[in-house]
């Protein structure tokens, strides 16, 4: 079993729904909780970042972690043709590397 | 902030020859940087890891005399591919991290084609 699972998609979704992006995980031992866009043959750019559980909201991103489940979550709201992206969960133990996910293939229609 | 810059985006070679990617931290000091590859569809493959001034520490199944990693000083790594061949044709990725690694700013990428 992979450390990071994560659905490869793709997800289509019309503009303006509300997305829901998710990650499982194996390792009891993470702590820090990334989510990265990558746009086609661009590099990963970091969107959020969590530690432990609990929520972050930054404009229409929010990431929500529940640990006691091995479950995080990406939801980004009033969906844009702009967020048409590949979407990587990461996530961290003692600070040394990264774990990712597969990611997930997102396309917001007009 | 926290921009990190790699060049070339886009490299053409001929099998057996040697190229240099570079990676730049603009505007921060990267105590550790990565090198990733990605395969079409694929997430990211950790390469090899480096700290300023030390040796890099190679994932396993990684050829640390094809891919060669120098990082010079806290803003600068270089991954050489040497002697490359076709089956090295990738997408190359280079990440900067001012700490040991939890929080990585990464550069826009290196598609390299191997004739």
């Known amino acids: 079993q992979k450390e990071v699972e994560q659905d490869p998609g793709p997800l289509s979704v019309p503009e303006g729904a509300i997305v829901s992006l998710n990650c499982t995980y194996s390792n009891s031992a993470f702590q820090y909780f990334m989510w990265y866009r990558q746009y086609s043959r661009k590099g990963p750019e970091l969107l959020m970042y969590t530690y432990s559980s609990g929520n972050k909201e930054d404009g229409r991103f929010t990431a929500q972690v529940d640990k006691s489940s091995k479950y995080i979550s990406l939801f980004i709201r009033d969906s844009q043709p702009s967020d048409s992206a590949t979407y990587l969960c990461?996530?961290?133990?003692?600070?040394?590397?990264?774990?990712f996910g597969k990611g997930t293939s997102l396309l917001v229609t007009p | 902030g926290a921009v990190v810059s790699q060049h070339p985006s886009w490299v053409i070679c001929k099998s057996g020859t040697s190229v240099k990617i570079e990676c730049r931290s603009l505007d921060f000091q990267a105590t550790t940087m990565f090198w990733y590859r990605q395969f079409p569809k694929q997430s990211l493959m950790l390469m090899a890891t480096?700290?300023?001034?030390?040796?890099?520490?190679?994932e396993q199944g990684v050829e640390k005399d094809k891919f060669l990693i120098n990082h010079a000083s806290l803003t600068l790594s270089t991954l050489t591919v040497t002697s490359a061949h076709p089956e090295d044709s990738s997408f190359y990725i280079c990440?900067?991290?001012?700490?040991?690694?939890?929080?990585?700013?990464f550069g826009a990428g290196t598609r390299l084609s191997v004739l």
């Open positions: 990461a996530m961290s133990d003692s600070g040394y590397a990264l774990n």
């Open positions: 990440s900067a991290s001012p700490g040991q690694g939890t929080i990585q700013y």
């Open positions: 480096s700290n300023e001034g030390s040796k890099a520490t190679y």
